[in-house]
């Protein structure tokens, strides 16, 4: 069993589309959970980056966290084509240079 | 200030070959990463250098070597490569542990 999993998509949403992503985990040491954006061909770019539970929110986007369940979440409001891309969850645990990627959610927002 | 810079973008290697994958930062970070990515397996961990001067396994070493030549500069070594070895090969860095990871454009690696 993966350490994070995350469903793969594609998923495939109307331009000003209510989107969510999510990651479950299944280590109860990961205390810093992370978004990262990814466009064809470049290399990640970090979205969000949150410690422990609860909810950060950054202009269109919020990051939520529930380590009860081992579950985060993403939400993008207003969905813009410019969202198209592939988002990856991340994780860290007691040490602190070993990230734990989820597979990544192809997300498509159609004009 | 160009961030993270890795070369080349792209090479094609034969099995068996050699080859170095370069990575350098000039945002003054203490840590590097170097990972690769295939479809459906997100990015994994290969090496990493926490500071200058220490290099530690991550998840999938095998087949892979490196050197963190100074602060900026934290390269990957394919000493015979195989064609498991095919990937996009990422570099990363970070300043400090409280903050988050920075990441190259990466290399295309395709081994025939």
């Known amino acids: 069993q993966k350490e994070v999993e995350q469903d793969p998509g594609p998923l495939s949403v109307p331009e000003g589309a209510i989107v969510s992503l999510n990651c479950t985990y299944s280590?109860?040491?990961?205390?810093?959970f992370m978004w990262y954006r990814q466009y064809s061909r470049k290399g990640p770019e970090l979205l969000m980056y949150t410690y422990s539970s609860g909810n950060k929110e950054d202009g269109r986007f919020t990051a939520q966290v529930d380590k009860s369940s081992k579950y985060i979440s993403l939400f993008i409001r207003d969905s813009q084509p410019s969202d198209s891309a592939t988002y990856l969850c991340?994780?860290?645990?007691?040490?602190?240079?070993?990230?734990?990627f989820g597979s990544g959610t192809k997300l498509n927002v159609k004009p | 200030n160009a961030g993270v810079t890795q070369t080349p973008k792209f090479q094609v290697l034969k099995t068996g070959q050699s080859m170095t994958l370069q990575c350098a930062q000039d945002?003054?970070?203490?840590?590097m990463y170097w990972y690769r990515q295939d479809p459906g397996m997100g990015l994994r961990l290969i090496y990493y250098?926490?500071?200058?001067?220490?290099?530690d396994k991550g998840e999938v070493p095998n087949g892979y070597n490196v050197s963190r030549l100074n602060k900026r500069e934290f390269s990957l070594r394919l000493e015979s490569a195989a064609p498991s070895q095919t990937s996009v090969y990422f570099c990363a860095s970070r300043r400090r542990v409280e903050e988050t990871q920075y990441f190259g454009p990466g290399t295309r690696l395709l081994v025939l």
């Open positions: 945002m003054n970070h203490n840590s």
């Open positions: 991340a994780m860290i645990g007691y040490n602190f240079n070993k990230f734990y």
């Open positions: 280590n109860s040491a990961f205390q810093y």
């Open positions: 250098s926490a500071s200058e001067g220490t290099t």
